[in-house]
């Protein structure tokens, strides 16, 4: 959750619970008693109905009914500057952030809390995300010393006034967010990494410090609550057996509304010319996830692909990589902790298709139709994106929205190139439904293979270093884009054109 903006509440003496709903709200209001006995999840129920205003995490932890142990509370640690030794740069802030995850009313997690670790309690940011069982929403909250604010819900993301503000620029899908989702969970602390503190660092002492677990325990948490949410969405959406707004479900397969950050496992530091092969993460080539994973289609090439790790020694100094934190002057060649970090589909957006397809809104065929539209280009494809154009943006019945799109983007097709989106999308719809699984296989295993001879070739890796650094910067546009060091700095112009990935394993500027 980010700042909240203009909410006037900095000068309000009295503690107390305000709604500020950036974009909607002009300025901080108090909640009336009708709206926050509105409010089911346990920060209301627990504290704000009670009269009761945490100051620090310690005061909601305590405050919770039943005492912390290790089945109902879990505690992580995350800091993009944890992982460069202390004793390297003196001149970097060392900010930390812990995330508590806490079954409050039962055996799931229901409230997530995030708050600076290594600062004063009382001081830093402190930011809840909590369920409401009753509503099945996650509700924001944020302390704004001495009150609480809150932003709005699960829904507020998605409505057009708050959309894309406020809290709900990151979390732009009205879920919880986890951007270093998969394994090695880059700068969390995990089963990966240890943050590095120095031996004589007080924050040692900091109980909450003493409980951090792996941030691989919060990759599971993470994945059931956006479940948990998406399943709620999709049951209220549907419930008259109309979907009033259609656009909001296919986004999430025709475009990239959010993205994970993947890496390599490798620590970067560790790799020399003779170290072997380098593996960048699958969701760099295609989305692996949705198509090898939920769609299960029938791919035999080895993925991913495996660099040689000289290709990847040789283009830090030929791209200049270092990571810089400009309000403290920090700058260190190299790359990121882990190698080869890029923007991958997010675990929301393959989540929502998913129980689209399970649910039957959607067919399989239908969403391997899409993906495979610029299948190469798993994120921030402007060809997919042209299909979205299809989609209508009125209720819909539930039983016809896939034919719809499907029949208006072939009915576009007749007078478009074979090679336009819609050209594309329709030539694969014209499958039988017993050959495209193998079809669309042949044709990753195809695309693989050309990747797999490329990426072994020097040239071919400075393309795809150009490649990941062109979607880092899509990324770095994006309001998840919080610290600097989260990615690597390179000396690629920052006027060169967006890059593409071709069929063939090519690279070329797109659109």
Same mark, same amino acid.
């Given at each position: 959750?980010?700042?909240?903006?203009?909410?006037?509440?900095?000068?309000?003496?009295?503690?107390?619970?305000?709604?500020?709903?950036?974009?909607?709200?002009?300025?901080?209001?108090?909640?009336?008693?009708?709206?926050?006995?509105?409010?089911?999840?346990?920060?209301?129920?627990?504290?704000?109905?009670?009269?009761?205003?945490?100051?620090?995490?310690?005061?909601?932890?305590?405050?919770?009914?039943?005492?912390?142990?290790?089945?109902?509370?879990?505690?992580?640690?995350?800091?993009?500057?944890?992982?460069?030794?202390?004793?390297?740069?003196?001149?970097?802030?060392?900010?930390?952030?812990?995330?508590?995850?806490?079954?409050?009313?039962?055996?799931?997690?229901?409230?997530?809390?995030?708050?600076?670790?290594?600062?004063?309690?009382?001081?830093?940011?402190?930011?809840?995300?909590?369920?409401?069982?009753?509503?099945?929403?996650?509700?924001?909250?944020?302390?704004?010393?001495?009150?609480?604010?809150?932003?709005?819900?699960?829904?507020?993301?998605?409505?057009?006034?708050?959309?894309?503000?406020?809290?709900?620029?990151?979390?732009?899908?009205?879920?919880?967010?986890?951007?270093?989702?998969?394994?090695?969970?880059?700068?969390?602390?995990?089963?990966?990494?240890?943050?590095?503190?120095?031996?004589?660092?007080?924050?040692?002492?900091?109980?909450?410090?003493?409980?951090?677990?792996?941030?691989?325990?919060?990759?599971?948490?993470?994945?059931?609550?956006?479940?948990?949410?998406?399943?709620?969405?999709?049951?209220?959406?549907?419930?008259?057996?109309?979907?009033?707004?259609?656009?909001?479900?296919?986004?999430?397969?025709?475009?990239?509304?959010?993205?994970?950050?993947?890496?390599?496992?490798?620590?970067?530091?560790?790799?020399?010319?003779?170290?072997?092969?380098?593996?960048?993460?699958?969701?760099?080539?295609?989305?692996?996830?949705?198509?090898?994973?939920?769609?299960?289609?029938?791919?035999?090439?080895?993925?991913?692909?495996?660099?040689?790790?000289?290709?990847?020694?040789?283009?830090?100094?030929?791209?200049?990589?270092?990571?810089?934190?400009?309000?403290?002057?920090?700058?260190?060649?190299?790359?990121?902790?882990?190698?080869?970090?890029?923007?991958?589909?997010? !675990?929301?957006?393959?989540?929502?298709?998913?129980?689209?397809?399970?649910?039957?809104?959607?067919?399989?065929?239908?969403?391997? !139709?899409?993906?495979?539209?610029?299948?190469?280009?798993?994120?921030?494809?402007?060809?997919?994106?042209?299909?979205?154009?299809?989609?209508?943006?009125?209720?819909?019945?539930?039983?016809?929205?896939?034919?719809?799109?499907?029949?208006?983007?072939?009915?576009?097709?007749?007078?478009?190139?074979?090679?336009?989106?819609?050209?594309?999308?329709?030539?694969?719809?014209?499958?039988?439904?017993?050959?495209?699984?193998?079809?669309?296989?042949?044709?990753?295993?195809?695309?693989?293979?050309?990747?797999?001879?490329?990426?072994?070739?020097?040239?071919?890796?400075?393309?795809?270093?150009?490649?990941?650094?062109?979607?880092?910067?899509?990324?770095?546009?994006?309001?998840?884009?919080?610290?600097?060091?989260?990615?690597?700095?390179?000396?690629?112009?920052?006027?060169?054109?967006?890059?593409?990935?071709?069929?063939?394993?090519?690279?070329?500027?797109?659109?």
């Amino acid at each position: 959750m980010d700042a909240l903006g203009d909410a006037d509440v900095h000068d309000r003496q009295a503690p107390g619970l305000y709604r500020f709903v950036v974009g909607v709200d002009r300025q901080a209001r108090p909640l009336d008693a009708h709206e926050l006995a509105a409010l089911g999840d346990p920060m209301a129920a627990v504290f704000f109905r009670e009269g009761t205003f945490p100051l620090t995490v310690q005061d909601v932890l305590a405050g919770l009914p039943q005492p912390a142990t290790k089945e109902n509370q879990s505690v992580y640690l995350i800091g993009e500057a944890g992982q460069i030794p202390s004793g390297s740069a003196a001149e970097l802030p060392r900010a930390m952030r812990f995330a508590v995850a806490r079954a409050v009313t039962g055996r799931d997690v229901d409230l997530l809390v995030s708050t600076g670790a290594n600062e004063d309690p009382a001081a830093t940011f402190l930011q809840v995300v909590a369920w409401d069982p009753a509503a099945r929403v996650f509700n924001y909250y944020m302390r704004i010393s001495p009150v609480w604010v809150w932003a709005g819900n699960s829904w507020s993301a998605l409505a057009p006034g708050s959309r894309g503000h406020g809290c709900f620029d990151s979390h732009i899908n009205g879920s919880v967010v986890m951007k270093e989702l998969k394994e090695p969970w880059a700068n969390w602390q995990s089963q990966a990494a240890t943050v590095r503190l120095a031996p004589d660092d007080p924050f040692r002492a900091d109980p909450l410090y003493q409980q951090v677990i792996g941030a691989e325990n919060l990759e599971l948490t993470v994945r059931a609550l956006v479940s948990r949410w998406t399943a709620a969405r999709l049951a209220a959406v549907t419930q008259d057996g109309t979907v009033e707004h259609p656009e909001q479900l296919m986004r999430h397969l025709f475009t990239t509304t959010a993205v994970n950050l993947a890496s390599t496992a490798t620590q970067s530091s560790t790799v020399t010319p003779s170290s072997g092969d380098l593996i960048p993460p699958p969701g760099f080539w295609l989305n692996s996830d949705a198509l090898l994973g939920d769609l299960e289609l029938p791919v035999t090439a080895a993925l991913p692909p495996r660099a040689p790790a000289a290709h990847y020694v040789a283009s830090l100094a030929t791209f200049d990589f270092a990571l810089e934190e400009q309000s403290s002057h920090f700058s260190q060649p190299g790359d990121t902790f882990f190698a080869f970090v890029v923007p991958e589909a997010a !675990c929301e957006d393959n989540d929502v298709v998913r129980q689209m397809v399970e649910q039957g809104l959607i067919t399989p065929k239908f969403a391997a !139709c899409a993906l495979m539209v610029d299948f190469t280009n798993p994120v921030f494809s402007p060809v997919r994106a042209r299909l979205m154009a299809h989609v209508p943006t009125t209720p819909t019945a539930m039983t016809e929205l896939q034919d719809h799109v499907a029949l208006a983007i072939v009915e576009a097709a007749g007078s478009q190139p074979s090679s336009s989106p819609e050209g594309r999308f329709a030539a694969d719809w014209a499958l039988a439904d017993d050959t495209w699984p193998k079809a669309f296989a042949q044709r990753i295993d195809d695309y693989l293979g050309h990747v797999g001879r490329r990426i072994r070739e020097s040239a071919g890796f400075d393309d795809y270093v150009r490649l990941a650094e062109s979607r880092r910067r899509d990324f770095k546009a994006m309001r998840l884009n919080e610290f600097e060091l989260t990615l690597p700095t390179t000396n690629i112009a920052a006027d060169v054109p967006r890059l593409g990935m071709n069929d063939d394993g090519t690279v070329a500027p797109t659109s």
